[in-house]
């Protein structure tokens, strides 16, 4: 031992080269008191003599007297195993927190307060309170009952309209709404599941899906996929090939291509836009984009856009128009037959939904009584107003920008604090109205105690199936009915408004404008790269984030103020089609074939999506907002429900617009 002690002094430096023999045999004792290797005592007292004997120019005993005292004095009581090195391990932390909270329960069983609960503001970092839940006894969830206080029993104009669309449309409430929350028999029950047919539509991540194995390939596959996709459907609507991007056009062609910025992480204006073709057709070329000439667009980084233009020189590409919607999800249709039936399942009261966004507690406490106050609103139905047949609650639930949970104090994991304050609320409003209320919950990435990536798998389901609710993934394509419904938790209008560049002839709406170029790209996020702060995931990107269809009705919870409007669904098809077809005809010098091809224009009705936006549903320490929706059937569907002949077999558009009225409401 002395041999090897020695060796490994000398290796830790001079000093200790030609140490006397005394001392070595002294230090020798200690290093075997203390159950330490030779390798490890060489670090400790080469740490004590760096520290506390800077001047020494060798070891004495009395510096070895000295580090028997410091090794004594700070030796680790005996946590079950015994810790062979300076580092932490997952076994010693473990250890240390299940002796802490061994120490608080023999502390409360003695009637006694221990230092640990003498010291309940310390920071209790989300580790080690999911070891200590390990103990039966360290952490049990519960149900708890809110508390109303502060400045959101304070608030004023609640159930206040603070924003409307279509309110000229009068809602009929359903017969016997009013003991609704008195009777929840199982006739009720199945009454209201035939009232409203609910199914997820698409692809979105089952909740047992693997992340963090986002590869390069991954990124670029994705990217190529969208690009090809849109080149396919302009191919398709105007009946002519892309032009390569950096391949010279002196007359008019077709481009197709991602829009790019010229500066990594720059910021995007009318100078410094690229355009990005495709593997395939361009070997990935960029090129310079003009956008002088057209007289209206709408650009963000990531865009796949589709344009008619000249590449006078191979390098620059001058577009002439842009032609929207080429990349755009597909109209969703139904028979009227099919609308009949779901007319006379909801009758004259038509489908109901309410909608809101998380944070659902206010900012000075964790009492979850904003939302507390929207259940009981779903419940107990007023003057003229049914309950849902829907609730779609929207994360984030266990919000990370939250000043309590920011601040590390709390001594609940947040995976109890949503079981508890969220999900024992909303079962217990289950157990009040019974299934006649579907609840639907949808995760953000902002939520503490979910998987933080975008696409975002549903939340556990074991847990929301006891509680009497559906999880959902995030994002996600519902249909409700024949209504189509799309929504996504990441603030897309936030992130859009800070990269977009534009230009109009006219006035028009920002918002949503900004909300129809989701559609119009068929993705729920198609800004790349992604905003800060939103963790995408391009290897489930294509599938996951893919909107199947274009929806009837979108939401896209925001910061920003909220609203509910209509916002276009552009097409590539129909007279926008014939009018480009013509355009290139033209440019090649054919006459006939351009008149041919705009004589071929179809009709396509002026389509719109209802766009909302619901707000969050505390702002703050006060209360915020949520959506109120009703939608009353088609016109056509309930003549045919009442023996009339459909006046066709094909399936018709849901014209949501005329029909649906939205109320956005102070909480």
């Known amino acids: 031992m002395d041999a090897d002690l020695a060796r490994c002094l000398a290796i830790r430096g001079t000093l200790y080269k030609g140490i006397d023999p005394s001392v070595l045999s002294q230090l020798t004792s200690v290093v075997q008191q203390h159950e330490m290797t030779a390798k490890q005592a060489a670090a400790a007292f080469d740490k004590f003599m760096t520290v506390h004997r800077q001047q020494s120019a060798s070891a004495s005993a009395e510096d070895v007297s000295a580090f028997r005292c410091e090794l004594t004095r700070s030796k680790p009581q005996p946590l079950g195993v015994a810790r062979t090195n300076n580092l932490f391990n997952r076994v010693s932390l473990d250890d240390m927190v299940l002796a802490d909270v061994a120490t608080v329960n023999c502390a409360e069983k003695a009637g006694t307060p221990s230092s640990a609960q003498q010291g309940a503001s310390q920071r209790i970092t989300p580790y080690m309170s999911r070891v200590a839940a390990r103990s039966a006894s360290a952490s049990k969830a519960y149900v708890h009952t809110p508390t109303t206080g502060g400045k959101f029993a304070e608030r004023q104009g609640a159930g206040s309209v603070v924003a409307s669309l279509n309110s000229h449309l009068e809602v009929l409430a359903a017969a016997g709404s009013e003991a609704m929350d008195v009777d929840g028999g199982e006739g009720h029950a199945a009454a209201a599941s035939l009232r409203c047919d609910f199914a997820v539509l698409g692809q979105p991540l089952p909740a047992d899906c693997k992340y963090m194995v986002d590869r390069l390939e991954d990124k670029v596959g994705y990217l190529e996929q969208r690009i090809l996709a849109a080149e396919v459907a302009a191919e398709a609507a105007l009946g002519c090939e892309v032009h390569p991007a950096a391949t010279a056009a002196q007359q008019l062609a077709l481009f197709v291509g991602r829009v790019c910025c010229d500066t990594e992480n720059g910021r995007l204006n009318a100078q410094s836009l690229l355009l990005e073709g495709s593997q395939k057709s361009s070997q990935g070329s960029r090129v310079r984009l003009d956008v002088s000439h057209c007289a209206a667009y709408r650009l963000f980084p990531g865009q796949v856009v589709a344009l008619l233009g000249t590449n006078p020189s191979g390098h620059c590409i001058v577009a002439s128009s842009m032609l929207p919607g080429a990349a755009a999800a597909p109209l969703p249709r139904t028979g009227l037959e099919a609308l009949a039936g779901y ?279 006060s209360g915020g907002t949520f959506a109120d929706i009703r939608i009353l059937p088609l016109a056509e569907a309930v003549n045919v429900a009442a023996g009339a002949p459909a006046a066709t077999n094909a399936p018709v558009l849901h014209q949501l617009s005329s029909r649906c009225r939205v109320d956005i409401k102070r909480i």
């Not at 909608?355 to 106050?373: I, K, M, R, V, W």
């Not at 949503?418 to 079962?427: D, E, K, P, T």
């Not at 105690?449 to 199936?465: I, S």
């Not at 909107?547 to 939401?555: F, T």
């Open 343 to 621: 007319a006379s399942a909801t009758g004259q009261e038509g489908l109901s939904l309410v909608a809101a966004a998380g944070p659902f507690t206010s900012s000075d406490d964790l009492e979850y009584a904003p939302l507390a106050a929207l259940l009981d609103y779903c419940a107990a139905p007023g003057r003229g107003r049914s309950p849902p047949h829907l609730l779609l609650l929207v994360g984030p639930f266990v919000d990370e920008q939250h000043p309590l949970l920011r601040q590390g104090t709390l001594d609940q994991r947040f995976e109890d604090v949503y079981a508890s304050r969220v999900l024992g609320q909303i079962s217990r409003f289950v157990a009040r109205v019974g299934s006649r209320i579907r609840v639907l919950l949808l995760p953000s990435t902002r939520d503490l105690h979910h998987h933080p990536v975008l696409p975002q798998p549903p939340l556990p389901e074991g847990q929301a199936r006891s509680a009497g609710v559906t999880s959902l993934a995030n994002p996600s394509t519902l249909r409700c009915n024949e209504v189509v419904v799309g929504v996504c938790a990441a603030d897309w209008l936030m992130a859009c408004n800070r990269e977009e560049v534009a230009r109009s002839t006219q006035p028009q709406d920002r918002l949503p404008e900004l909300a129809a170029l989701l559609p119009a790209q068929q993705s729920y996020m198609p800004l790349f790269p992604a905003p800060l702060g939103t963790p995408l995931d391009c290897s489930k990107a294509a599938t996951a984030l893919h909107m199947p269809y274009a929806p009837d009705l979108l939401l896209v919870p925001s910061d920003l103020a909220p609203f509910a409007k209509l916002c276009p669904l552009h097409q590539l098809e129909g007279a926008p089609a014939a009018a480009a077809r013509a355009a290139l005809a033209a440019a090649s010098g054919d006459a006939q074939p351009a008149a041919a091809a705009q004589a071929q224009a179809t009709y396509v009705p002026d389509c719109s999506a209802v766009c909302i936006n619901p707000g969050r549903l505390a702002k703050g320490a």
